[in-house]
């Protein structure tokens, strides 16, 4: 059974009210993880961008099938993460109002290479600024997340969240990636947490996607690219969650390319964990 048929026989609602365009890019997705990814884990070489992040050929392959994939469900530009920053940065400056698609082949290419299975696809498709539309596949489980703009989040035909919150922020386990924030915040939350437990997997999708289904009750990020939020951002939002930046209340003004992230599925847990953070930023 495909992922869209999965959908349809379990989640009849969504299908009611999307039945055909979030369906076909669930199945795009999926495809593309069994075909281009999945085989060549654990067995394809390493290579270094410019900026010393890694790629592989399984990102390559990946990318070029799902944007062949995705412009036979919706005919518009296609803006992945295995271009160049001109050709990323023209995409987004001439996007117009049928849409720009945003993609992530595979998130956690360093997990993807070390054998390490928390790595992921991930869409968005993006209008006037903002993801309406986002999925993000997780091949090793078979986790497929996804949003609609006003429709809910779900996990396999699952609403989000999927379990509840911590009670407290000192209850509260939370995502964390300290390799972008300050010296002085990294410290602070290593020296005296105001949470119980952190970790740090290194696939910022996933990590959107963990916090809104309730795996994670924190989120915190010093900066993402365009095509580490789009998805994620949208499928917390819709799930219920909370999200600001290090600078701004409105996560969707701050900087397009290095978006800081601040984020909790709680409302009462995201204003506790925003102050937190940001009294410690101004210290």
Not at 52 to 81: H, I, K, N
Not at 206 to 231: E, M, N, P, S, V
Request: some cysteine.
């Amino acid at each position: 059974m495909g992922d869209a048929e999965w959908v349809c026989a379990h989640h009849p609602l969504l299908v009611t009210h999307h039945p055909k365009m979030l369906l076909s890019v669930l199945d795009t997705i999926k495809s593309v993880a069994q075909s281009e990814i999945m085989p060549r884990y654990l067995k394809v070489a390493r290579q270094q961008k410019s900026d010393g992040s890694l790629f592989t050929e399984a990102d390559v392959a990946s990318q070029t099938a799902l944007v062949a994939g995705l412009r036979q469900v919706l005919d518009c530009p296609v803006l992945g993460e295995e271009m160049s920053v001109a050709e990323q940065e023209g995409l987004w400056r001439d996007a117009n109002e049928s849409g720009l698609w945003c993609i992530d082949p595979i998130d956690g290419t360093s997990n993807f290479v070390n054998g390490l299975p928390y790595f992921a696809v991930s869409v968005g498709l993006v209008r006037g600024g903002r993801s309406v539309l986002g999925a993000v596949y997780d091949p090793v489980a078979d986790e497929m997340f996804y949003a609609e703009q006003g429709c809910g989040a779900f996990l396999n035909g699952v609403q989000l969240p999927i379990k509840p919150h911590a009670p407290l922020l000192r209850h509260a386990m939370a995502a964390v990636d300290f390799k972008r924030l300050s010296k002085d915040l990294a410290r602070e939350i290593a020296a005296t947490p105001p949470f119980s437990s952190q970790r740090n997997f290194g696939a910022s999708a996933l990590d959107w996607c963990y916090t809104a289904a309730g795996r994670f009750d924190l989120y915190l990020h010093g900066g993402q690219k365009l095509w580490d939020y789009i998805a994620g951002a949208l499928i917390l939002e819709e799930a219920g969650g909370s999200l600001c930046t290090l600078n701004r209340d409105d996560f969707w003004q701050d900087d397009l390319w290095k978006r800081s992230v601040i984020a909790a599925l709680d409302a009462g847990l995201f204003q506790e964990w925003k102050e937190w953070v940001r009294s410690r930023c101004d210290q």
